[in-house]
């Protein structure tokens, strides 16, 4: 079907429901509103019911929320309307506001970060995120050959690029969900919350590399695993070392002024939308930017009003957008059998042993005692959408089918409802 411009704007096209839909620029602006009413709605009623009935954070309730609005619940039970709200070609607007907002959040939780409790875990730190990457490869070891003999994978995957990209899967850790349980239990700036997203951080940031792995070796070249390790590791030295000297003039004027000036507001923006960008550009992703941005900010009076400013609007009405963006991809119906939902719960075992015990031993074997040791292990254990945000790439690529990136946000969602009891 050609594609027709008006005097709105460039339109979008894209295929759904057996049809073509072409949405205007005012189209789209129309349905983003809609979309946004119904995904705020949505999320605090559900993060009401989780908190209320079950004890889980409003974070959860939002995840889960995100898919109760997709395919797996809204789009089986009125699929018409769920597309009429949620059109596929509306979806590339909620994926910028959901990288906006998950970036935000990220800058918030590293304004909380406090860099002498990592100093003085530094090991436990190391300990921790090491045995949460070597001991999910291994159990990937044993599993991706059975996963691949089920005719899971995409056709041309080899047993390398399966199994890197199992353990990568299985060694992720949900960091912003994780950052947001601490937040909301108060304990960010503790030494268990500095800690756990220390080991979250450096964890996940090598998980994102074994995927870029992954990627080069399907095609996409091997300068996307160098950019990705290579930009990551230059874009963390620059800002441990560099960049705190740089923004202590910015802390200063805050102090002199007694509140967070215009200008001051722009230029901190500014950079942050700059190290999100570069941590997008290397192959990572904006939420490690944000977050090692708020790690070396100026401490004080700026921290403060800064968290004070954008804390509201980036938790209550960018952050669902991440956690809906993801939930419209995932469809749950796809584990359909008894023998699918055995490989699931298989899988599920795997991961737990693999992360949360392994964390657990870890934090006990270099000195914490054993509540924080529980704790962290399972804070670690949680994939959340960082899990979501991984398989969605392996499914558009084809690394994997649809049944075992469904298997694999189930076990996203069952390990992130372990985490607060």
């Known amino acids: 079907m050609p594609v027709f411009c008006s005097g709105n704007g460039p339109p979008a096209q894209t295929g759904g429901q057996g049809r073509n839909i072409i949405m205007t620029t005012a189209q789209l602006s129309v349905a983003f509103f809609l979309q946004m009413a119904v995904i705020l709605a949505a999320c605090r009623v559900v993060g009401w019911i989780g908190n209320r009935w079950l004890g889980q954070p409003q974070v959860m309730g939002e995840m ?16 018409d309307l769920q597309a009429a709200i949620f059109p596929q070609a509306s979806r590339d607007v909620l994926y910028v506001g959901a990288q906006l907002g998950i970036g935000l959040y990220m800058f918030l939780v590293g304004l909380d970060f406090r860099r002498d409790h990592f100093r003085a ?24 050959p059975w996963l691949m003999s089920l005719g899971l994978f995409g056709e ?27 937040h909301e239990r108060g304990v960010t700036g503790t030494p268990l919350g500095s800690l756990s997203l220390a080991s979250g951080a450096i964890g996940d940031a090598a998980a ?10 399907v095609g996409d070249g091997a300068g996307v695993a160098v950019k990705a390790v290579v930009g990551g590791v230059a874009f963390v030295a620059a800002m441990t070392l560099v960049a705190p000297r740089l923004l202590a003039p910015l802390g200063r004027i805050v102090e002199r002024e007694g509140r967070l000036t215009p200008g001051v507001l722009s230029v901190v923006m500014i950079t942050f939308m700059a190290c999100a960008f570069a941590m997008d550009y290397a192959g990572l992703h904006a939420v490690f930017g944000g977050f090692v941005l708020g790690a070396v900010m ?38 359909d059998s008894l023998g699918l939902l055995g490989v699931t719960a298989a899988v599920l075992g795997g991961s737990i042993v693999a992360k949360g015990v392994a ?3 870890a934090a006990r074997l270099t000195g914490q005692d054993n509540p924080t040791a529980l704790a962290i292990g399972a804070l670690m254990n949680a994939r959340g959408m960082m899990e979501l945000i991984l398989v969605n790439i392996a499914l558009q690529r084809g690394l994997i089918g649809p049944a075992l990136f469904s298997m694999l946000v189930l076990m996203a969602i069952v390990t992130t409802f372990m985490a607060t009891p």
């Open 64 to 79: 889960v929320a995100g898919v109760i609005l997709g395919p797996s619940l809204f789009g089986l039970v009125a699929p």
């Open 121 to 144: 875990n530094a090991a436990s730190a190391a300990a921790v995120s090491a045995s949460g990457m070597v001991a999910p490869f291994l159990v990937a070891a044993l599993i991706a």
């Open 156 to 182: 041309g995957v080899d047993g390398l690029q399966a199994w890197l990209f199992i353990g990568a899967a299985i060694s992720i850790t949900a960091f912003p969900m994780l950052a947001r349980i601490l």
């Open 208 to 217: 994102w590399c074994v995927l870029a792995v992954v990627l080069a070796t």
């Open 298 to 335: 100026p401490r004080g009076r700026l921290a403060a009003e800064l968290k004070r400013m954008l804390e509201p609007f980036a938790v209550v009405v960018l952050l669902p957008l991440f956690f809906t963006y993801s939930g419209l991809n995932t469809q749950l119906t796809m584990v």
């Open 359 to 361: 964390c657990w031993a």
